[in-house]
């Protein structure tokens, strides 16, 4: 089963703009973490976010985490041609390191 | 470099026919994961493994099988009981808690 959710499922934008993604779960959870995936390759972590912290920063992204809404944001801050991708949260909640990635936002960004 | 090699990057099944996918890591970690992705979708579990010998189903383990007699490597087996086995197929890694490293995946047709 799918826990996450992001939203939009699609975000098109021009170079320069910000972007913002959402993610939405279900179940507690220790950690949150997003990744990146570029069209017919395997994923790359962005940031992890961990259940007791609220934000966290990596260079141009900002990850924010609700706990009490079950929800987290991604923010790309004056977004590149080359941030065009796929945008994934996953969800951790226990000792057996599985993860539980949500459908996706497909981020493009217009030179 | 150290990472994660998935091979063959394109793989073609016939009916009836076993197809293995190989995924073998230097990164010395301890878990490994396989993960099925259809078009515009997430990725969803289908094995893992946290040690040498030892795995688990994830959630659509049904038609797969899959090895762990090594650290380094974790084949998959996608056999003729999968009905559907069209899709990328993406191997991952980690330690304990710590984010999941991605190959580069292996796409799976039918002829």
């Known amino acids: 089963s799918q826990q996450g959710e992001e939203d939009p499922q699609a975000l098109s934008i021009q170079e320069g703009e910000n972007a913002t993604m959402n993610c939405s779960y279900k179940?507690?959870?220790?950690?949150l973490q997003w990744y990146r995936q570029n069209s017919g390759r395997g994923l790359v972590h962005l940031i992890l976010?961990?259940?007791?912290?609220r934000e966290k920063h990596s260079g141009r992204l900002r990850v924010t985490l609700d706990t009490s809404k079950k929800s987290s944001s991604l923010l790309i801050t004056a977004s590149r041609a080359a941030d065009t991708a796929s945008y994934f949260c996953?969800?951790?909640?226990?000792?057996?390191?599985?993860?539980?990635f949500g459908k996706g936002t497909l981020l493009t960004v217009n030179p | 470099d150290g990472g994660i090699t998935q091979s063959p990057k394109y793989l073609f099944r016939k009916e009836g026919q076993n197809v293995t996918l190989s995924c073998e890591q230097n990164?010395?970690?301890?878990?490994m994961y396989w993960y099925r992705q259809d078009p515009g979708q997430g990725l969803r579990l289908i094995y893992y493994?946290?040690?040498?010998?030892?795995?688990q189903k994830g959630d659509i383990a049904e038609g797969y099988s899959v090895s762990r007699e090594k650290k380094e490597s974790f084949p998959l087996t996608v056999t003729s009981a999968q009905k559907n086995p069209t899709a990328f197929y993406l191997c991952?890694?980690?330690?304990?808690?710590?984010?999941?490293?991605f190959g580069d995946g292996t796409r799976l047709s039918i002829l």
């Open positions: 996953a969800t951790g909640g226990g000792s057996n390191y599985k993860l539980t």
């Open positions: 990164l010395n970690h301890d878990a």
């Open positions: 179940t507690s959870i220790n950690n």
């Open positions: 493994s946290q040690i040498v010998n030892d795995f």
């Open positions: 976010i961990r259940s007791n912290e």
């Open positions: 991952a890694s980690s330690v304990s808690g710590e984010p999941q490293h």
